[in-house]
């Protein structure tokens, strides 16, 4: 399995306050994503980065916001959480553009 | 406008069927993906390919690049295939595209 790791698996926070989620990983892979999932949608993208400090904007990017200071790191931030933005997110990584892609378990989020 | 779609939405078997799911894409891909997601777990990819077919176990891919169309076939299908499977376009860019996946339910 390739090793690809997020924190919090589970998070219920409150309206407003921000919440930073983490992707880990041990492959050295360029490519990193954050994904949401939602019923009715498919996996939507949030941000993506395609090196160290480097970063760009998905679909849904409104109130997300993200850093990737070393290879192995992503961190997706929501700086003021709402509930709209309850909902399940997926990390990935891949090796080189159309590579196979490998995803994280997901972090399920609750805003309240 | 790159989309993926797929198809049926949902699908009921009883083991042993052979079941065919459908992925149809927009424009050209590089690559199409299959993925796997079990109830409440992670999603691990299946299959990647741009041309041809792949086998798996009793898993099956295809894709016909003229038609823009893509297949999973399972055959001898078990109680533990039920899961959602999602296809995903690679474009000639570092972004898949995704399905809104077809959720499989094989019962005993």
């Known amino acids: 399995d390739a090793g690809i790791t997020q924190s919090p698996r589970h998070k219920v926070t409150e309206t407003g306050t921000p919440v930073t989620l983490r992707c880990h990983q041990t492959e050295n892979h360029r490519y990193m994503y954050w994904y949401r999932q939602d019923p009715g949608h498919g996996l939507r993208l949030i941000h993506y980065s395609y090196g160290v400090k480097d970063t760009d904007k998905g679909e849904v990017s409104d109130g997300y916001s993200v850093s990737r200071s070393k290879t192995e790191d992503f961190l997706l931030t929501l700086e003021s959480a709402t509930s709209s933005q309850t909902s399940v997110y997926f990390c990935?990584?891949?090796?080189?553009?159309?590579?196979?892609?490998?995803f994280g378990q997901g972090t399920r989020l609750t805003v309240v | 406008k790159n989309e993926v779609e797929q198809s049926p939405q949902n699908l009921t078997a009883q083991e042993g069927e052979f079941i065919t799911i459908n992925c149809s894409y927009s424009?050209?891909?590089?690559?199409l993906h299959w993925l796997q997601q079990h109830p409440g777990g992670g999603i691990v990819s299946l299959f990647m390919l741009s041309s041809g077919k792949k086998k798996h176990g009793r898993l099956i891919a295809t894709i016909n690049i003229q038609e823009k169309h893509s297949s999973l076939h399972i055959t001898a299908s078990h109680p533990r295939d039920s899961a959602v499977y999602i296809c995903?376009?690679?474009?000639?860019?570092?972004?898949?595209?995704f399905g809104t996946g077809t959720r499989l339910q094989v019962f005993p």
């Open positions: 995903a376009a690679g474009y000639n860019t570092d972004k898949l595209i």
């Open positions: 990935a990584i891949m090796g080189t553009s159309n590579t196979e892609a490998f």
């Open positions: 424009v050209g891909i590089s690559a």
